[in-house]
């Protein structure tokens, strides 16, 4: 596999790809996550197309930095509200898997984002923290904000995320 530079400081020796879901029987949620953040499973592509990486994980907790670039504007010049809409989601949804067990697996059901301040290529590295605040047997929530270097809430979100056996996961 070939390395794949995610933004500046941040490589993915492994290249892109996904968790294998075998492991997905062996490894909790936040396991496997810290087997992401260890180089020991590629990053998943979308890291590496919008320059963002999954950087700590901790029970109930998912950090993501990022650097959002030219590569990412709308049409009038500013950081494309999706930018910013995919690293909460990430964060969002990698802090529900941090609680899951063994053989379990997530999907987002649904998902709102507040976008508060402009994000342009000149707003440099921003930092994604996502937390849950409820986790029951099927359904998780959790609330995630967006900073930049300087902690101004750029923008903000909840998530739900359907909880379900591995076994379900559709085969790729």
Avoid at 8 to 22: A, D, F, K, W
Avoid at 98 to 119: C, H, Q, S, W
Wanted: charged share 20%; glycine share 10%.
């Amino acid at each position: 596999m070939t390395e794949v530079e995610l933004f500046p400081g941040y490589v993915s020796r492994l290249g892109i790809g996904t968790i294998p879901h075998e492991d997905l029987a062996y490894y909790t949620g936040l396991e496997l996550l810290q087997r992401l953040i260890d180089g020991k499973y590629p990053a998943p592509s979308i890291n590496a197309r919008l320059n963002f990486a999954l950087c700590d994980v901790s029970e109930g907790k998912a950090v993501f930095r990022g650097l959002p670039s030219e590569r990412h504007l709308n049409p009038l010049g500013g950081v494309h509200g999706g930018w910013a809409a995919t690293i909460l989601d990430s964060a969002l949804a990698c802090s529900v898997q941090t609680l899951l067990d063994k053989g379990e697996a997530y999907t987002t059901a649904e998902f709102k984002v507040n976008l508060t301040r402009p994000i342009t290529p000149k707003t440099g590295e921003v930092v994604c923290e996502g937390r849950v605040i409820h986790k029951g047997r099927t359904l998780a929530v959790s609330e995630a904000s967006l900073k930049d270097s300087n902690g101004k809430l750029l923008a903000f979100g909840t998530e739900t995320c359907s909880i379900f056996p591995a076994a379900n996961l559709a085969a790729r």
